[in-house]
């Protein structure tokens, strides 16, 4: 080989060697832009679901501490002697459920799905502690100072006892538990995968 093929091959060598660094130093610039964009996007969103999650299980149990509370009102007046109360009407208890509104719709579109679902089954819970309060206290309105949960129900849906009223709220609180865990699982996955 003479001296001037030498040169050549060499200086195609020097080109190839060069294009390979560049090809490499992109690639490398293209990995550390993504992990960058990657780990904004996690602090993003968590910094918006976080908040969202919390507010939405703090006001359902605030929800379900009331219920239990307005539960234990209606079973005093059961008690023999116990003054009678004031016909019950569904937009006393409907309106238990205001507190939490706003913040299951902001929970939901802030997702993913999974945490969604997991506000539907809370949503649906919460319902059932309505429908089973609501139900006791028109028992009770119906049967003033009468020990009514030890009355065998004929009028199933219309009427509940208070052991319904502590079930309900008992179905309640696991589905806040898993509320948790699913949006913990999830707190920073774009639909359902984690990044």
């Known amino acids: 080989m003479d001296g001037g093929t030498a040169s050549v091959l060499a200086g195609l060598a020097a080109l190839v060697s060069g294009v390979t660094v560049a090809v490499i130093g992109k690639k490398g610039s293209s990995d550390t832009t993504r992990q960058t964009a990657t780990h904004d996007y996690r602090k993003q969103r968590r910094g918006d679901r976080q908040p969202a999650y919390e507010a939405f299980a703090t006001n359902v149990r605030a929800f379900a ?39 299951a719709m902001r929970v939901r579109l802030l997702g993913p799905k999974e945490v969604a679902d997991a506000v539907e089954d809370v949503l649906s819970a919460c319902a059932d502690v309505v429908a089973t309060l609501s139900g006791y206290a028109n028992l009770v309105h119906a049967f003033p100072g009468f020990p009514v949960d030890e009355m065998n129900i004929i009028h199933v849906g219309q009427f509940h006892t208070y052991g319904e009223v502590i079930a309900a709220s008992q179905r309640l609180q696991v589905s806040v538990q898993r509320f948790l865990e699913t949006a913990r699982a999830h707190m920073d996955s774009w639909d359902g995968e984690t990044i």
């Open 65 to 103: 501490s009331t219920a239990i509370d307005k539960g234990n009102e209606l079973k005093a007046a059961t008690a023999a002697g116990a003054e009678p109360i004031p016909q019950p009407q569904i937009a006393e208890f409907l309106d238990m459920g205001e507190v939490f509104a706003d913040s």
